[in-house]
Structure formats: structure tokens, C-alpha cells
């Protein structure tokens, strides 16, 4: 992870191809508890013992995606926090949304 968590996100100007299978798996070796769903996006959940914790996740990660210009998709619910990240603008994944998943990976708990 720490190798990830170094980089800085990338803004994607579109018109590359998304990340292949292959690609992708040694990304994810490097990544804690992060799910591939349809190797189309990066997926994770946290639990937390009330929402204000849960809420104050929720704004760490806001933090460090503004830093990095790549913003997940979060679902904020009492004591959980849901996390989606894909390159929007090619519909699939990127290096960038493994490396903001690092850096979330990095956030104190």
C-alpha cells in the first residue's frame, strides 16, 4: 500500500481504455479489504460504533479526494460507511481509483 498511497490521483481526459483483469490484480495485492466488483469498480465498507463517527469517515475521505481530484461515491447510514470508486469518465477503473483507495486505506480508523 505504501507504494500506492505515495502517488498522487491522475485526472483522466478520457479516451483510454479501462484496466484489464491483469492489470488489475496486482493493484488490489496492494489494497486492504477492497472488493473488484464486475472489474468495473472498487468497493469497501466500514462499520462504526454511531453515526457521528461514521460521519466524521465520511469527511476525512472528502478531504483527501478534494487534495486528490477524485471523488468516490459514499453512502453514509448509522455506523457504516459504504465506498464505490471507478473512473467516471471511461466507466471503469484506473490506477488513480487505486491509488485513492490507498490513501483511504491510510486514514486513521
Excluded at 32 to 46: A, F, I, N, R
Excluded at 64 to 85: C, F, N, R, S
Aim: proline share 6%; aromatic share 8%; hydrophobic share 45%.
Amino acid at each position: 500500500m505504501a507504494e500506492l498511497c505515495s502517488l498522487t490521483c491522475v485526472p483522466c481526459q478520457g479516451g483510454v481504455p479501462s484496466l484489464t483483469g491483469a492489470e488489475i490484480a496486482p493493484l488490489l495485492e496492494q489494497l486492504d479489504g477492497w472488493e473488484v466488483v464486475e472489474l468495473h469498480h472498487l468497493s469497501k465498507k466500514h462499520t462504526f460504533p454511531d453515526f457521528v463517527t461514521a460521519l466524521a469517515f465520511v469527511n476525512e475521505i472528502g478531504a483527501v479526494a478534494e487534495e486528490q481530484g477524485h471523488h468516490p461515491d459514499m453512502y453514509l447510514t448509522w455506523g457504516k460507511v459504504g465506498i464505490d470508486i471507478w473512473t467516471h469518465k471511461i466507466d471503469g477503473l484506473t490506477e488513480s481509483d487505486f491509488i485513492l483507495a490507498a490513501k483511504i486505506d491510510a486514514l486513521p480508523r
